[in-house]
């Protein structure tokens, strides 16, 4: 795709959140599954319900720009979550593992922060207003989800790995 204007650049980002969001989509399981903090399992859990419907959401956005739905890939999340997966197979107590888990998905959740809040942003500047609902929406999910992550970390997780040297 040729990006020209603006909205060729909303349509860009946006089918790259797609296949972003499908992939995080396909690693939210395995990162359910090696959590030993039965809070980080819920928020993981949480997430990939929010994540689905952020898939939807991206549906949405492009038909109502009249785009065919189909995803670019995201290179960038398949990198964060190839960094990630080094987490997965650490060598480590749960405690510190779990503090490996929440710092690889606290990235995640920046890097879709950025990604909503440039959508949004641009959604409003073109005038999209229903797309920019939509775009808000997911972003604060993920703000949501990043928030609860660093409570997570800060009240339960951080102390139990710290607690480990000792």
């Excluded at 290179?75 to 997966?85: F, N, P, S, Y």
């Amino acid at each position: 795709m040729k990006i020209q204007t603006l909205s060729d650049l909303m349509i860009d980002l946006v089918r790259d959140m797609f296949d972003a969001e499908k992939q995080l989509i396909k690693a939210l399981p395995k990162m359910v599954r090696t959590a030993s903090s039965p809070h980080l399992r819920r928020a993981f859990e949480t997430h990939m319900e929010e994540t689905k419907l952020h898939v939807h959401r991206l549906e949405e956005v492009l038909e109502l720009l009249g785009q065919p739905i189909r995803a670019k890939k995201c290179r960038a999340m398949q990198c964060l979550l190839d960094e990630g997966k080094e987490f997965f197979e650490l060598d480590a107590p749960a405690d510190v593992k779990d503090a490996a888990l929440i710092a690889a998905a606290q990235k995640i959740e920046h890097y879709e922060i950025a990604s909503y809040g440039s959508l949004r942003t641009w959604a409003g500047l073109l005038g999209e207003f229903p797309i920019k609902k939509l775009l808000g929406d997911s972003l604060a999910e993920e703000k949501r989800t990043d928030e609860l992550l660093t409570e997570i970390a800060e009240n339960v997780v951080n102390a139990n790995a710290e607690a480990v040297a000792h």
